[in-house]
């Protein structure tokens, strides 16, 4: 369900909850009245079933709007006849008894106005005149009273015309609002491009330097570039999160996830990050399997343990997870010097910092509001706990267990295999990186050929590596297209794109992965890893494993 339907949902399920707490109050007065003897015997024959159907019918709405959780046109048709119908009866044999009910006219009018739009406020004010104008054609108290009347009449269009002016102000400011995220959102796309490729390039320099016989203090100044360069792509890619996910794009795909896989690659991967902050980071085994998002879970983990070895140098960090309600949760603890109590919640938000007198912490506050908002999508919760001097404890809660069925099936997956003798066409048209990650894939084992363009002539390849700007008006998806119907087979690919990556791409069509750059060694072995398996998978029909995603 996309985020337009969603609240558009979610505002209809409001509209009827607040209909049954408002006629529980109407009812409770109504039995009052009646328990006063206010009310002719013959009105209350007829008011006492009418409020037990009224409540089916309502209970039903509700039921109907969590079961179809779509937009409806014919279904809040049905509320509003229920709604005005109801109080246009109780006007009429309630008279002047019923007139606090009368009250709730404009609440339902403006109800329907700021939810659904100005049409709906629009046939909310037809409906409220048509009640007050049939209840003072068929009573005698609403006839010999025509000011009272004229009075309801005049609130019942003045008040929403005025709301509808406010709901015109606020879709303008929202549709201003709206235009300057896109054209942040643009501005940050155009120029991703360009940004990423230096750092792309850089990373996979210095992994490729690492492995050279260096002397000690050229080691050193190898390790600060790494550092460094981290810490700009840890800032590079919280900015671009936070881009994709406000062009609402993003669209959990569930999957079972193994715990154990996950927290050991995280570990790994942030290895080297704890040893730079002299944080003991540990990881408690665990074997449990969940059913998320492999990708935004992955990332939310990732920003919550950067975010505890950031606040708690020097000290033990320690992730783990625990069952709570037969549900999961995964708790990342430090030992820091903790979150004051008045930052606690505001640490989600964005751009927030806690700062600290003589520590200087790097980032620019985006990485736990990314967290939370990823968390939104996937229906779960984020908190965070802290003891001043103690240290604090950030948790994602409500990971749903995966089913026994899909268990297993995932215990007969195979074993990673190593990459030795995959033959890769590698497709970019930046030399150094060309060079740098022709010099990768060799290291692991991999026979590349390395290209600018399209070749020209069918050479035989395992596996396609290409990037999506290729310049000269070419892209990698067209590259992949062509190599794949020269040699007439479904050749692997796999597309790194300076841009958001969206998998699967639009252009291809299939499952191809997507990479973004800047891209971490460990990341990119992991893909290959996985298309290799896939390819010894097809050829035994066995389902492949989910690789480590370790360099």
Not at 314 to 320: F, M, Q, S
Not at 338 to 346: F, S, V, W, Y
């Amino acid at each position: 369900m996309n985020q337009d339907v969603e609240s558009i949902w979610k505002s209809e399920q409001s509209q009827a909850i607040v209909r049954l707490c408002i006629a529980g109050a109407a009812a409770v007065y109504i039995l009052a009245t009646i328990g006063l003897g206010l009310l002719t015997s013959q009105t209350v024959l007829v008011l006492l079933p009418y409020i037990g159907v009224f409540f089916i019918v309502a209970v039903a709405l509700l039921v109907a709007i969590n079961r179809w959780r779509r937009v409806h046109h014919g279904r809040r048709v049905i509320a509003m006849l229920l709604d005005y119908g109801s109080i246009t009866l109780v006007l009429l044999l309630g008279n002047e008894v019923m007139l606090p009910i009368a009250a709730t006219l404009i609440w339902i009018t403006v109800g329907y106005g700021m939810r659904y739009g100005t049409g709906y406020l629009f046939a909310g004010t037809v409906a409220s005149l048509t009640g007050i104008t049939t209840t003072a054609a068929f009573s005698d108290f609403w006839r010999a009273n025509p000011y009272l009347v004229a009075m309801l009449a005049i609130s019942v269009l003045m008040v929403p015309v005025y709301a509808s002016i406010l709901l015109k102000r606020t879709r303008l400011a929202h549709e201003e609002a709206m235009a300057a995220n896109r054209a942040k959102s643009q501005v940050l796309a155009q120029a991703s491009h360009d940004l990423r490729q230096p750092i792309h390039a850089i990373g996979l320099f210095t992994n490729c330097l690492r492995a050279a016989p260096l002397g000690p203090d050229e080691q050193v100044m190898v390790g600060r570039i790494e550092r460094s360069l981290d810490s700009i792509s840890r800032l590079f890619r919280s900015l671009l999160d936070l881009s994709t996910l406000d062009s609402g794009r993003v669209i959990p795909r569930q999957e079972v996830v193994s715990l154990h896989d996950l927290l050991s690659d995280l570990a790994a991967q942030n290895s080297q990050a704890a040893r730079w902050a002299q944080v003991d980071l540990r990881v408690v085994s665990c074997r449990q399997h969940v059913f998320s998002d492999p990708a935004l879970l992955n990332t939310m983990v990732q920003n919550l343990i950067t975010n505890a070895v950031k606040h708690a140098p020097g000290g033990p960090v320690l992730i783990g997870c625990r069952r709570r309600n037969g549900r999961i949760a995964i708790e990342v603890h430090d030992r820091g010097p903790g979150i004051p109590a008045d930052h606690l919640e505001r640490i989600f938000d964005e751009f927030h910092r806690v700062t600290r007198e003589g520590c200087d912490v790097s980032g620019v506050g985006l990485g736990l509001s990314i967290v939370r908002r990823m968390a939104a999508l996937l229906q779960l919760v984020v908190t965070a706990r802290s003891r001043q001097g103690l240290g604090s404890t950030l948790s994602i809660d409500g990971l749903q267990m995966a089913p026994r069925e899909l268990l297993a099936s995932d215990r007969t997956r195979r074993h990673p295999t190593p990459l030795d003798g995959l033959r890769v066409l590698l497709i970019e048209d930046d030399p150094e990186v060309l060079h740098a990650t022709s010099a990768l894939l060799r290291k692991w084992g991999c026979q590349v050929r390395a290209e600018r363009t399209s070749p020209q002539d069918d050479c035989p390849t395992d596996l396609i590596i290409a990037d999506f700007d290729l310049g000269e008006g070419d892209n990698g998806c067209q590259v992949i297209a062509k190599v794949r119907a020269d040699r007439a087979e479904h050749v692997p690919a796999i597309l790194i794109t300076g841009h958001d990556a969206i998998s699967p791409h639009p252009l291809l069509g299939d499952d191809t992965p997507v990479l973004s750059k800047p891209l971490r060694p460990a990341e990119l072995r992991a893909a290959v890893a996985a298309q290799r398996l896939a390819q010894l998978a097809a050829r035994t029909g066995a389902k492949p494993d989910r690789p480590a995603t370790t360099g």
